[in-house]
């Protein structure tokens, strides 16, 4: 949970709490090293929810997914903030490879969308086939009425 304060006085303060998340539960991980490798050589911002493919040219290494490499996706990064790599620098991460995400969360290539064919399959039975759950909305089960 993200806490930020945007009032602070001798007698006063007020906080605004982000309590979104990416990672629900059951979530397991590898660590490894995270390449920026793009073919334009630019600075690339890594953050939590980036699909991320094996760099084999790299020991233990992962690079963001493409719209072309799709099919290759074994993950999704969970870097705790933001962090801008420049051409072929390199930052040690976690990547998540089970466990139950929140897809609102997660941070695709340009014109990628969960329904975007990969193959014969969309990229939501890619991801759900690695063990990653993508978690579709809540129902209130409740009778709590506000």
Request: proline share 4%; net charge negative; glycine share 8%.
């Amino acid at each position: 949970m993200g806490v930020e304060q945007t009032v602070s006085t001798r007698n006063q303060s007020t906080a605004n709490f982000d309590t979104k998340r990416l990672f629900i539960f059951d979530n397991r991980y590898v660590m490894g090293v995270f390449k920026n490798t793009q073919a334009v050589p630019a600075p690339y911002d890594i953050e939590a929810g980036v699909l991320v493919v094996r760099d084999t040219a790299t020991p233990g290494g992962f690079k963001p997914a493409t719209s072309a490499n799709l099919a290759d996706v074994v993950g999704i990064s969970a870097y705790e903030g933001k962090i801008t790599l420049a051409n072929n620098e390199t930052a040690s991460l976690n990547i998540c490879t089970k466990g139950t995400v929140e897809p609102l969360y997660l941070k695709f290539p340009a014109g990628v969308t969960l329904n975007t064919a990969v193959g014969n399959k969309t990229l939501f039975d890619v991801i759900e086939s690695l063990g990653i759950h993508l978690q579709q909305g809540t129902v209130e089960m409740t009778e709590y009425d506000n």
